[in-house]
Structure formats: structure tokens, C-alpha cells
């Protein structure tokens, strides 16, 4: 284990809290503008989020049923919760981070498994209770209030809690298709519906358009007409979505932004264009709220004007044979401003993880 991360979770040691341990594959060469393939050690699936105030990457590891967390670029992996969260990802959403750092969320799948949170960056974890009947697959936490929106694995209805995980009920959501049997809407093959917490009711959620809840999901108003998917992102007091759009069978990803909550939303800029694909990533943040990353078909693209225009920030490794649609491709990454590094995580590929840093 690195003396620094060492220091850094004995400095953060709670009464009832978990605490990182164990050891990891062994090191890799990573090397400045080039795609480095690292081993991360989990099984068929996984998911990653990058602490922006740390720089340290973390990775949900379906066969070693954990959290893992790196501070060097990927080279060295520990398990970074504790026995508090397990690491079973159905969804490439699995793990949220904060936008402005610091706070991290596991959503866990598969009976058994535990979903949980840290509030200091990956140091201590706390579980939550179980819910639904076989875990999470991903959901959006209002991080003030500990509002947090959730879908579960393989059932129909999303559940909602109050209190960071402590307590669950199920929402009356019609959502037809479940988290993981696609259900046409429109011309959409939908899997993962979008959710969203802004506060302690305020909840959105988006299958064939958006929808807005005042009273922590009784009651639901719709307010766009948007597709979207994953979890919004909230960063400095504005919510970010990407919404799907097709024309002639050519799809591209619209960014949504909402100032007020919820109530409206308006399209940023140009379109990002995602070729045959009709899946969407989910927004990152590079050094500033104006600098916010995307994976699209030609690779992962930037916008350093908040969303007003778009260019290609580093394609995808040449190793990679990207199928189209691309479910398993385009929404697993993650960006360290600091060190100007982007990670991507490849389902189609079978368990490959790979860094560039630029």
C-alpha cells in the first residue's frame, strides 16, 4: 500500500467506520499521449468516478466484489471500502462522484450487495440499507439534503430515500421496460431511464421526456420533452444532462442545462455527434464549469466555452473495436484535471481499462 494513502485513511479513521485495505495487480508503464492498458482486477463488468478534489481514481470490481482506489495514473489499485460497499456494477453508472469532489456514491447489484458512500473522498464508507430485491444499479444524490433517486437491478419501479441510504420506498414511476430489458419509446432502444435530485423532494426523471416531482416522487409534472439517461450532474448550482436526438439515423447528444431545479431546461450549443449509437454519456467537468467532457462515437470530446462548442479531445485506442450501437463503450470514463489524464473502461472488450494521459 503507497505510505501516502496510508497516512491519508489513518488521518480520516471514524468511530463505525470503514476503512481501505489490501493489495493490488502489479504496475504498469504509463506514458504521456499514448493509451496504456491497466489492470484493475474485476470481472466481465465495472464502472469508474475520479474524485476531482484527490485525483484519485476509484473502480467498482465485479469479481473482487469491491471498491478500488488509485492515486498514480492506474498503476497500483487497494480496496478502498472496507467490506462498506461491494462492487458488483450492473451499470456503467455505478459509481457517482461529485462534480466539485470529495463525495462518492457505490451502487451496488445482485442480492447480497451492498450499496454505500463516502463523504471524505474514499478514506471512510458508510452501507446503506438494502433495497430492492436484488440491489442498484445506479441513481443521482442530492448531496445537501442526502435526496438520492435510484434504479434498481431488473425491477420496474425506482426507489427513493431521504436520508443518504438509511431509509427506502418505492416510487409509482411507470417506466415499462425496467433497468434491464431495452423498451421502445419512440424511436428509442431505451435501457437506463435519467434520474435526478436536486433537493430534499425535488427529484426528475426522464424515460420519453422529462418529468419533475415537488413532493419527493408522489406526484409527478411533466416539464420537456428530452430523452435522456444516467444521472444528472450538478456542478456549481446547474444541472447537466445529455438528451438523445435523431435525425435520418444519425444520433447525436444535445446538452441540457438547468438553473432552476428541475423546472426547465435548455439546450447548450451544438450538438455532439454519436454516429449509429443511441447511447449517451453521462457529463464530466474538466478545470472549471466551463470546461465539460462527453464520450461520443469519434472518441471523447471537450468543450472549454460550457457546452457551446465541441472537439475532439483524444479517440478511443486503436486496440478497441468499437461495435455500433455501442452500449458497453461510450459512457464508462473519467477525466483528472489536475493531471490532464483520461481513463475508459471498454464492456465490449471484455474487462479492459485503459489511461491517457495528454
Given amino acids: 500500500m503507497k505510505t501516502a494513502l496510508l497516512i491519508a485513511v489513518l488521518g480520516g479513521l471514524a468511530a463505525g467506520a470503514c476503512v481501505l485495505g489490501g493489495e493490488a495487480p502489479p504496475p504498469a508503464e504509463i506514458a504521456k499521449g499514448t493509451w496504456t492498458e491497466i489492470k484493475v482486477g474485476w470481472g466481465h463488468r465495472g464502472a469508474l468516478a475520479l474524485d476531482r478534489l484527490s485525483g484519485n481514481l476509484f473502480a467498482a470490481a465485479w469479481r473482487s466484489r469491491g471498491i478500488l482506489a488509485s492515486s498514480d495514473l492506474g498503476k497500483t489499485f487497494t480496496r478502498a471500502d472496507g467490506n462498506c460497499a461491494a462492487g458488483n456494477p450492473f451499470s456503467a453508472y455505478s459509481l457517482f462522484a461529485a462534480a466539485d469532489g470529495g463525495k462518492i456514491a457505490a451502487f451496488s447489484s445482485q442480492a447480497g450487495t451492498l450499496s454505500g458512500h463516502s463523504l471524505d473522498g474514499g478514506k471512510t464508507w458508510t452501507s446503506w ?11 443521482a444524490i442530492d ?25 427506502w420506498s418505492k416510487l409509482q414511476l411507470d417506466y415499462p421496460g425496467g433497468t434491464n430489458k431495452p423498451h421502445q419509446v419512440g424511436k428509442h432502444q431505451h435501457y437506463q431511464p435519467g434520474v435526478g435530485a436536486f433537493g430534499a423532494a425535488e427529484l426528475v426523471f426522464s424515460d420519453d421526456c422529462i418529468k419533475r416531482s415537488e413532493d419527493a416522487g408522489k406526484t409527478w409534472a411533466k416539464v420537456a420533452d428530452y430523452c435522456c439517461q444516467g444521472p444528472v450532474q450538478v456542478f456549481k448550482g446547474t444541472g447537466y444532462w445529455l438528451a438523445k436526438k435523431e435525425e435520418e439515423g444519425k444520433w447525436s447528444g444535445v446538452l441540457l442545462a438547468t438553473k432552476d431545479k428541475g423546472k426547465s431546461w435548455t439546450p447548450v450549443g451544438s450538438p455532439i455527434d454519436n454516429g449509429a449509437s443511441t447511447y449517451l454519456t453521462v457529463p464530466r467537468f474538466g478545470k472549471d464549469e466551463k470546461h465539460i467532457l462527453a464520450a461520443a462515437a469519434a472518441g471523447i470530446v471537450e468543450s472549454t466555452d460550457g457546452g457551446a462548442t465541441w472537439k475532439v479531445a483524444v479517440r478511443y485506442p486503436e486496440a478497441v473495436k468499437l461495435s455500433s450501437p455501442f452500449v458497453d463503450t461510450g459512457d464508462c470514463f473519467e477525466y483528472d484535471p489536475a493531471r490532464d489524464a483520461f481513463y475508459m473502461f471498454f464492456f465490449a472488450e471484455g474487462p479492459r481499462t485503459w489511461v491517457y494521459p495528454r
Fill in 143 to 167: 448531496w445537501d439534503s442526502g435526496a438520492i433517486l435510484a434504479m434498481p437491478h431488473e425491477e420496474y419501479k425506482a426507489y427513493y430515500s431521504p436520508d443518504l441510504g438509511k431509509t
Fill in 129 to 139: 440499507a438494502k433495497v430492492g430485491a436484488m440491489g442498484l444499479d445506479y441513481g
